[in-house]
């Protein structure tokens, strides 16, 4: 009975805590439209992966497409700073190689070209969020 009462109370605790992390991430480092566009690309590069392990291209490139397009719009948003415009606009051109990549049906082209995406979104990361940061290390 204990071990029943207590499953439920652990995974309660786990999500809080979990949700709660993410919450006061996204405080200090970015508003809230930002953070979730970050996170929905995440989720995105998940979801393509997780189309390529089934082999479903078709589904790969209808994914890589909403993120092409979310990071456009992004990038056309007048009230971001121009740095963080010209990195989301990057990462939409990326994401656009990653889209032609899918229709080809070539895995190691996708495989490439996710990791172009991934390189676009770290090298943004690491020249506008983690700047003030590195100059503290140092």
């Not at 078709?58 to 010209?86: C, D, V």
Request: glycine residues 8%; aromatic residues 4%; hydrophobic residues 50%.
């Amino acid at each position: 009975m204990k071990k029943i009462i207590a499953l439920p109370i652990a995974v309660a605790i786990g999500a809080t805590l979990v949700f709660a992390g993410a919450a006061v991430a996204q405080k200090k480092h970015a508003p809230k439209p930002v953070w979730g566009a970050m996170v929905a690309g995440l989720n995105d590069i998940q979801s393509i992966t997780a189309a390529m392990m089934v082999f479903d291209m078709k589904r790969a490139a209808t994914i890589a497409e909403g993120l092409q397009k979310r990071e456009a719009y992004i990038s056309g948003i007048e009230m971001l700073p121009p740095a963080a415009r010209k990195g989301h606009g990057k990462v939409a051109d990326a994401a656009a190689i990653l889209v032609a990549a899918a229709k080809s049906g070539e895995e190691k082209d996708v495989a490439n070209a996710i990791n172009g995406v991934m390189q676009s979104c770290n090298a943004c990361h690491y020249d506008i969020r983690d700047a003030e940061r590195r100059k503290k290390m140092k």
